[in-house]
């Protein structure tokens, strides 16, 4: 049976996350994640009409899968009080960005948000992670710090500060809850 552009365009836009997170925007050419996704370059372009849309498009997937493991996470929360609501929220996403393809995409996109569509994007995805901490009963002060953690979180896997066992890098992961590069939980 015959895929729809439907599926291809889900099957490609998966691949753009995982292949636009080894290399970033600027270093990744689209016959890479065509290829990936085992079509051509031209019906990738058919899709997404350049290389900015498939970029942009894996960006805002990422944010799906972000706002999708919350609300997962919120709907089970064991206790509805915000902190720990957000606490909850918070070991999902150390856990989900364990897929450092989803974490790499997010440190590309803030890295070449320069670029005015890509800005656009992230400041679209960050509008709907607010919103949806807002409906979860966080005040504006936990939102700020939800995202400051999330951003400590992405520097202690990027730069793998938990393999560096020196009191500067324990000042960092003190507390934090993540999933090391090793597949641990931390």
Known sequence: MRSTAEARRAVLLDRAVAVFARNGYHATP???VAA???ISE???LRLFTNKLGLF????????D???QTLETAAATAPDPDPDKVLQHLGDAYANLIADKNLLMLQVHAQSVSDVPEI?????AGYKRLVAFLRQAGADDGQIQLFIAY?????LIVTAGLDDVDDSW???????MTHVSHHGEAR
């Open 169 to 175: 890098a324990r000042a960092l992961t003190a507390g």
């Open 30 to 32: 689209v016959t890479a």
């Open 42 to 44: 031209a019906y990738a």
């Open 150 to 154: 999330g951003q400590l979180c992405h």
């Open 36 to 38: 990936a996704a085992g």
């Open 119 to 123: 800005k656009s994007t992230v400041r």
């Open 56 to 63: 942009t498009a894996a960006v805002e997937t990422c944010y």
């Open 65 to 67: 899968r972000i706002l």
